[in-house]
C-alpha cells in the first residue's frame, strides 16, 4: 500500500485513525495495540508471506532485549550474538543473490539458482532493532511492554522507508497521555505537511523521472549524449530528492496527525558547501546510525587522521552495501567516504575556497556519485560517465549551433558537433531543461519546509489555501501510481 495511493488516503488512513482514538477513549494500550495492528496489516498488504518474517524478527529481538536488560554489564557476548543473527538474516536475504551471480561471474561457473526474494522494508526495521538492541545493553533503553516495541519497530508511517527512528524518540511518545487525545491542531499541521510532501512526490518527483528513467534505462544509454546525459543525471539528482524527501513529509504529516513526532530526515542538502554538510543535511536518521553506530564503534577519529579516514571509507562503504547488494551502490559508498576523506583532509590542512566553489564542487561530486546510485550496473554508470565528460564527443543542440555559425569551424576541430537532440518519444529537451532549472531552485532557494512550520505555520487562511490546493492538485494527478525510490533498499 503506498501513501501516494486512493486505498490508502481513503480507506485505511481514516479507519487507522479513528479506530485508534476510538479505542483511546477506553485503553491507551489497547490503542498502542490497535496501530501496532494496523501497520502490520499496512505491511502485508504487499505481501502477507513477508509479514511472518518481520512478526519472528519482533520476537527474537524484543526476546534478547529482555534478556539484555536483565544481564546489564556482562551481556556482550548475548548482544553479539543478537546483532549477527539480525545481520546474518539480512544478509540472507539481501546479499546471496549478489554473491552468487558475483561469483559465477568470476568463475564462469554456472548455477541453478532460484533468486531470494527481498522482503520489503527489512533494511529500515533490522537498522532500527540493532540500535535499540545495543543500547539495551548499554542501560540506555528499557521497554517491557510488548505492544510498545511492536508499535515502534512497525509503525507504518516509518516502516517501509524511514526514517530509521530511534527508541529514545519514540518509546517515551507511545506512553504519553497526551499521544492518545484527538487534537485540531496535530491534525491540521500533520494535513498541511503531508500535502505537501505529496505534491512533492505527485508532480515533482513522478513528472522528471521519465527524463531519468530515458537517460538511465540500459537500451537508451548507449545512444545518449552530451546533452542528454547531463539531463539524465541532473534529472535523477532531483528525482531522488524530491521523492524521497517527500514521502519523509508525508510519514511526518501523517505521524503528526496521531500526535507523533518523527525525526526531520532532510535539510535542504543541496545548499551544501561541503560533503561534511550534506550528510548532516540528507537523510539524516541514517547518518546519525551510520555515525552511532558504525563510525564510533569503528574508532572514530580516536587514533589520529589514518584512523579517521579508514573508518569513513569503512562506514560508507556499508552504507553503499546497505542500500543494495550490487557494484554500483559499493561504489557510491566508496565514492562518498573518499569524498568525506578528501574533505575532512582539507579541514585539516585549512584549505578553502568561496562559497560558490564550494557548493559547486559538492553538488558536482554528489551528482558523479548518483550516477553510480542509479544505474542498472557498472557498465552503463561508467558509459554515462564517459558520454558526460565528452568522451562520445560533445553534442549540441541545432538550435545553438544555428546562433554560432562564425565559430562553427572551430567548434568542429573540437570534437563538437550538433544535431536534433530527443529524451524520448514523448519528452523534448526544452521541457527537461526547464523542468531541471525549476527544481533546482525550489532545492536551492525555497527553506526548508519544517522550519517554516515550527516558525511560520498558523490555523489560517494563508495556510489552508495552498494546503488544500496542493492536496487537490495532487490527488487529481495521482492517476499513475509510482512507487517510492527507497523501497528498494
Known amino acids: 500500500m503506498l501513501f501516494n495511493s486512493y486505498s490508502f488516503l481513503f480507506v485505511f488512513l481514516p479507519i487507522a485513525f479513528f479506530g485508534f482514538f476510538f479505542i483511546a477513549r ?5 490503542a498502542a495495540l490497535w496501530l501496532g495492528l494496523a501497520s502490520l496489516l499496512f505491511y502485508s498488504w504487499w505481501d502477507w508471506h513477508f509479514t511472518s518474517i518481520l512478526l519472528l524478527s519482533i520476537l527474537v529481538n524484543y526476546s534478547f532485549g ?3 536488560r536483565k544481564q ?6 548475548l548482544l553479539a550474538l543478537a546483532v549477527t ?3 546474518l538474516t539480512l544478509g540472507y536475504f539481501k546479499y546471496v543473490n549478489f554473491f552468487v551471480h558475483s561469483f559465477a561471474f568470476v568463475t564462469g561457473m554456472q548455477f541453478a539458482w532460484q533468486n531470494i526474494a527481498l522482503p520489503i522494508g527489512i533494511s529500515f526495521y533490522t537498522f532500527t532493532q540493532i540500535a535499540f538492541l545495543v543500547d539495551t545493553a548499554r542501560g540506555k533503553a528499557e521497554e517491557a511492554y510488548f505492544p510498545h516495541y511492536l508499535l515502534f519497530v512497525t509503525y507504518f508511517p516509518h516502516l517501509i522507508a524511514g526514517p530509521i527512528l530511534h527508541h529514545a524518540e519514540m518509546m517515551p511518545q507511545f506512553a504519553r497521555k497526551d499521544t492518545y487525545t484527538l487534537r485540531a491542531e496535530s491534525i491540521s499541521t500533520g494535513i498541511t505537511i503531508f500535502s505537501f510532501g505529496l505534491f512533492k512526490k505527485v508532480m515533482l518527483a513522478d513528472s522528471i523521472s521519465r527524463y531519468a528513467d530515458y537517460a538511465f534505462s540500459q537500451t537508451n544509454a548507449s545512444q545518449l549524449n552530451f546533452l542528454t546525459a547531463w539531463v539524465g543525471a541532473l534529472a535523477y539528482a532531483m528525482q531522488i530528492y524530491f521523492d524521497f524527501s517527500g514521502y519523509t513529509d508525508m510519514a511526518i504529516g501523517i505521524s503528526r496527525m496521531f500526535n507523533i513526532n518523527l525525526p526531520a530526515n532532510f535539510d535542504s542538502p543541496y545548499k551544501s558547501k561541503s560533503i561534511v554538510e550534506f550528510w548532516r543535511r540528507w537523510h539524516m536518521t541514517l547518518s546519525r546510525f551510520l555515525r552511532d553506530y558504525l ?4 574508532g572514530g577519529n580516536r587514533k589520529g587522521q589514518m584512523s579517521r579516514y579508514t573508518n569513513l571509507i569503512i562506514t560508507m562503504a556499508l552504507g553503499g552495501l546497505w542500500h543494495g547488494a550490487g557494484w554500483t551502490f559499493l561504489v557510491w559508498g566508496l ?3 573518499c569524498y568525506l576523506m578528501i574533505n575532512h583532509a582539507a579541514q585539516y590542512l585549512k584549505i578553502s575556497f568561496n562559497h560558490f566553489i564550494s557548493w559547486a564542487l ?3 561530486a554528489v551528482l558523479i556519485a548518483w550516477v553510480f546510485f542509479r544505474a542498472a550496473d557498472m557498465h552503463t554508470a561508467l558509459h554515462i560517465l564517459r558520454t558526460m565528460f565528452g568522451m562520445q564527443g560533445i553534442v549540441l543542440p541545432n538550435a545553438i549551433g544555428a546562433h554560432l555559425h562564425t565559430h562553427l569551424d572551430r567548434l568542429a576541430s573540437l570534437g563538437v558537433r550538433f544535431a536534433d537532440i530527443s529524451l524520448g518519444e514523448h519528452a523534448t529537451l526544452p521541457e527537461a531543461l526547464r523542468w531541471i532549472i525549476g527544481l533546482m531552485a525550489i532545492a536551492l532557494f525555497l527553506p526548508n519546509l ?3 512550520m515550527e516558525k511560520c505555520w498558523r490555523a489560517n487562511l494563508l495556510w489552508a489555501i495552498p494546503t488544500l490546493s496542493a492536496l487537490l492538485v495532487s490527488l487529481y494527478y495521482m492517476t499513475r501510481i509510482s512507487q517510492f525510490l527507497y523501497f528498494q533498499f
Open 26 to 30: 477506553v485503553s491507551q494500550k489497547l
Open 362 to 364: 559538492t553538488f558536482f
Open 85 to 87: 543473527l539480525n545481520l
Open 450 to 452: 519544517h522550519e517554516v
Open 295 to 298: 563510525y564510533v564503534p569503528l
Open 66 to 68: 529482555m534478556h539484555l
Open 72 to 77: 546489564g554489564p556482562n551481556s556482550k557476548p
Open 335 to 337: 565514492l562518498h567516504g
